[in-house]
C-alpha cells in the first residue's frame, strides 16, 4: 500500500468537476512513480480522469485489458482478506485507536507479503515459510520483550515500568522467537529466589539451573562446567 484517505463523509476531498471518484483516483495516484498503470474499478473510470492521468504519465486500465484488470485487482481483495485474518481485537469506542490498530494490521500484513516475495526470490520451500500468523506472533514477541527495568532517556521521566505478571504455580515461559532469542541484545543473566532450580531449557540440556536469562524468561546452565547460557543466545551448542 503506497497511500490512504481517510473517508469522513461528503467532505473528505475537495469538490473538483471531475467528481469524487476519479478525484480520489487523482489524489492518491500522487503517491505513484510515473510510467506506473493504475488499476481501479470500473465505476471511476471517466474520460477526463484517463486525460489527467496521462498529464501525469500514469497509465489507467482500459476496459479492454480486462484479464490484467482481474490479476491486479485482485490484489486489493486479498489484502482486504489478509487484513481480516488475524485482527488485533480492541474494545473501544474511539475511532483515533480502531484506525491507529487498523495500520497497525495493515503494516504487518504489508511487511509480510514484503517478506512472502523475498522468500519467492530466495527459492525457500513453501513449507519453510513463516505463517501469517507465526509473523505476527514472532513481531508480538519481539517487541513485548523489552526488559522490566526501565530504559531511561534524558528528559523522558515519565516512563513507568510495566509490572510483570505474578504465577503462583511455576509455569515456565514460552520459548523466545527466534529472533528475540538471537537478537545479542540486552540478555542478562540473573539469579533467581528459588528453593528448586529449574530444567534447563537448552536443546539437549537435562541439568538444572537457578539462572535465566532475564529478557527471555528461560532457565539456562551458567556455572564452571557448563555454559549453555551462551550456547542458547548465540545458537551453537
Ligand atoms: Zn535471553
Ligand atoms: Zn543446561
Redesign the pocket.
Known amino acids: 500500500m503506497l497511500d490512504f484517505a481517510i473517508y469522513e463523509g461528503a467532505k473528505t476531498m475537495f469538490e473538483s468537476n471531475l467528481g469524487l471518484g476519479p478525484f480520489v483516483i487523482l489524489s492518491l495516484a500522487k503517491s505513484i512513480p510515473p510510467g506506473s498503470c493504475v488499476y481501479h474499478d470500473r465505476h471511476f473510470t471517466t474520460v477526463p480522469l484517463i486525460e489527467e492521468m496521462e498529464k501525469l504519465n500514469l497509465h489507467s486500465t482500459a476496459p479492454k485489458i480486462v484479464q490484467n484488470y482481474n490479476k491486479f485487482m485482485g490484489g486489493v481483495d486479498v489484502l482486504d482478506q489478509q487484513m481480516e485474518y488475524y485482527r488485533t481485537f480492541l474494545k473501544t469506542k474511539k475511532w483515533t485507536l480502531k484506525v491507529l490498530i487498523h495500520f497497525l494490521d495493515l503494516a504487518l500484513v504489508n511487511s509480510w507479503r514484503l517478506y512472502n516475495n523475498d522468500c519467492v526470490a530466495n527459492d525457500l520451500p513453501r513449507n519453510k515459510k513463516m505463517p501469517l500468523l507465526d509473523f505476527r506472533m514472532d513481531i508480538a514477541d519481539t517487541l513485548s520483550c523489552t526488559p522490566d527495568h526501565p530504559r531511561r532517556v534524558e528528559g523522558d521521566d515519565d516512563s513507568v515500568p510495566v509490572p510483570r505478571r505474578e504465577y503462583k504455580i511455576y509455569r515456565p515461559a514460552n520459548a523466545p522467537s527466534a529472533a528475540k532469542r538471537y537478537d545479542g541484545y540486552e540478555h542478562y543473566p540473573i539469579s533467581d529466589d528459588i528453593k528448586a532450580p529449574r530444567t534447563?531449557r537448552?536443546e539437549n540440556?537435562e541439568?538444572r539451573?537457578k539462572i535465566k536469562c532475564e529478557k527471555c524468561d528461560v532457565y539456562?546452565?551458567l556455572s564452571r562446567d557448563?555454559d549453555?547460557f551462551k550456547s542458547y543466545l548465540i545458537g551453537s551448542a
Open positions: 534447563c537448552m540440556c541439568s539451573s539456562l546452565c557448563k549453555c
